[in-house]
């Protein structure tokens, strides 16, 4: 079965320090990946997707995430993290058989909270 | 461009009464979809519409219909609210070209059933 992991509920990171938000996932074929952040009260916002190409990948607010294929990971990182970071991250996973549209299968979300 | 917008914000239903979600965008995108959103469980497709006078199940149908009125516009209706439908719904937009296209989200729709 499709399926997308975050094994951690919640991160905490000091300001200025580096974050990881971690994710792995299972699909058919070749894996599309997107990361999605949520602040408060708000709908999900788009970071960063991974379609083919370079494994690390550059996104919006200075976030990356590397695709690993071999431990199908794709996890979010910040050299240096700052308080306004603090959201929900979603992971999520193109559905592979989802034909000619995009259905996404997302993990359970990741609370990051930066700490000044 | 005002992105994809919903209405209402916040709704406080009794069980057994009916409501409709209503969505729009106006980023001539031809494909939409419905998600909830509960804690610890990510978001959950309802239905989704590839476009204009389609539409397919997703995940999580069940006590849901969904009408697409036009290429903007994407509702979700309600029959009958179960208290299991209170949640947080999120309607979202994207383009159908090519493979691996972002969704674009709606500030979402929180929704207690009583």
């Known amino acids: 079965a499709q399926s997308v992991a975050q094994p951690e509920d919640q991160v905490n990171v000091a300001e200025g320090n580096p974050l990881t938000v971690k994710c792995t996932y299972s699909?058919?074929?070749?894996?599309?990946l997107f990361w999605y952040v949520q602040y408060p009260n708000r709908g999900l916002q788009f970071l960063l997707k991974?379609?083919?190409?370079?494994?690390l990948v550059k996104g919006s607010y200075g976030f990356e995430a590397e695709f690993n294929k071999s431990q199908t990971s794709f996890h979010l990182k910040k050299p240096s993290a700052l308080v306004s970071d603090s959201a929900l991250y979603f992971c999520?996973?193109?559905?592979?058989?989802?034909?000619?549209?995009?259905?996404?299968?997302f993990g359970a979300g990741t609370r990051l909270a930066v700490h000044p | 461009n005002a992105g994809v917008t919903q209405t209402p914000k916040f709704q406080v239903l009794k069980t057994g009464q009916s409501m409709t979600l209503q969505c729009a965008q106006d980023?001539?995108?031809?494909?939409m979809y419905w998600y909830r959103q509960d804690p610890g469980m990510g978001l959950r497709l309802i239905y989704y519409?590839?476009?204009?006078?389609?539409?397919d199940k997703g995940e999580v149908p069940n006590g849901y219909n969904v009408s697409r009125l036009n290429k903007r516009e994407f509702s979700l209706r309600l029959e009958s609210a179960a208290p299991s439908q209170t949640s947080v719904y999120f309607c979202?937009?994207?383009?159908?070209?090519?493979?691996?296209?972002?969704?674009?989200f709606g500030p979402g729709t929180r929704l207690t059933v009583l």
């Open positions: 999520a996973v193109r559905d592979a058989f989802s034909g000619g549209y995009n259905k996404l299968i």
């Open positions: 519409s590839a476009s204009e006078g389609t539409t």
């Open positions: 991974y379609i083919t190409g370079d494994n």
């Open positions: 979202a937009s994207s383009t159908p070209s090519g493979i691996g296209v972002e969704q674009f």
């Open positions: 980023m001539n995108h031809n494909s």
């Open positions: 699909v058919s074929g070749n894996p599309y």
